[in-house]
């Protein structure tokens, strides 16, 4: 089997700067307190140079041998831009860090950045669910709404929100540790005014929202439409996804109240944005 050099670091005070400092190096992926390397010169290399810049650190040099996840890892080393938003691992925000962006007549005229550390939780946008509902999201009007992330993963989608001018995000998951690391991403990002909770969207006590986002599985989705429908305001907005094509017509039907007013897909995922019923019959 294929072997992987690397250096585990432990105490690292410092990741965010070792990550970024490991980049030139040739590093493939991190993983935990693993930093593996295409080769084992790099790893050498940059073992000697961690060593001389960071004299706090003890790189511990090993070889791991190949797994899935090093090949999944990989894809996540990059950044994905979709629309103004570039959704970037910690170590290649480099030149890229932009404030939020600007909303000038139709449409934004700034990019934007947002860092999301890749090992923490679903939603890195390298999914295509995530990256349709990061486009969903820039088709809306968000300036002075309130939203609510159900299944927030990584944070990442909430932060979007929030970077398109939504006044307030409310982002739920039952998953604690979804919760720890979007929490970790929102203060990453210098966000505020995203309320994070640990809860089942189908139990909790929740109020109403401007806008739904829900990024599930076609079976949670279709068995909660109702739930999902009562969070939004009348006339309000929902984001759907994490179905594929041939599930579509049955989400839609459960959302039958709804009117469908945009839809997307990528290698068959697919993504609606659908507008609430805008009151009792
Ligand atoms: N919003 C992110 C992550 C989507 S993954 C993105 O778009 O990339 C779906 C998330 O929904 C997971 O983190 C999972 O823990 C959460 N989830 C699944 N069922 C849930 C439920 N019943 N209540 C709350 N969160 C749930």
């Known amino acids: 089997m294929r072997t992987w050099p690397a250096l585990e670091i432990r105490q690292a005070d410092d990741d965010d700067l070792i990550q970024a400092f490991l980049i030139d ?15 084992v010169d790099d790893r050498d290399r940059a073992a000697m140079a961690l060593r001389a810049h960071f004299p706090g650190i003890d790189p511990r040099p090993m070889d791991v041998p190949d797994e899935d996840w090093a090949t999944r890892s990989q894809a996540a080393l990059r950044a994905v831009t979709v629309g103004v938003l ?3 691992p910690p ?3 480099a030149g890229r860090l932009k404030p939020a962006p600007t909303y000038v007549g139709a449409g934004f005229s700034q990019p934007s950045t947002i860092v999301i550390e890749p ?6 946008g390298h999914h295509a669910t995530t990256r349709l509902c990061l486009a ?15 299944g927030t993963g990584s944070g990442v989608l909430a932060i979007a929100a929030r970077r398109l001018g939504a006044t307030g995000v409310l982002a739920v998951d039952d998953d604690p540790d979804a919760i720890a690391a979007a929490e ?7 966000e505020s005014r995203i309320a994070l ?15 739904v986002i829900a990024n599930l599985t076609g079976g949670l989705l279709i068995a909660s439409a109702d739930r999902l429908e009562s969070l939004a305001i009348p006339g309000g907005r929902l984001i759907l996804s994490g179905f594929m094509d041939h599930e579509e017509r ?26 609430a019923p805008s009151g009792p019959p």
């Open 184 to 190: 970790a991403n929102v203060k990453r990002n210098q």
């Open 250 to 275: 049955a989400v839609l039907g459960a959302f039958g109240g709804c009117a469908l007013e945009a839809r997307a897909e990528e290698d068959e995922w697919v993504c609606v944005s659908l507008i």
């Open 25 to 39: 190096f040739n590093l493939a992926a991190i993983k935990d307190s693993r930093f593996f390397f295409h080769n």
């Open 136 to 150: 969903a999201l820039q088709r809306l009007d968000l300036r002075g709404r309130s939203v609510i992330d159900v």
């Open 119 to 124: 090992s923490m939780g679903f939603g890195t």
């Open 86 to 88: 570039t959704i970037a």
């Open 91 to 93: 170590w290649d925000v």
């Open 197 to 211: 909770e640990v809860a089942d969207f189908r139990s909790a006590k929740i109020g109403q929202f401007d806008l």
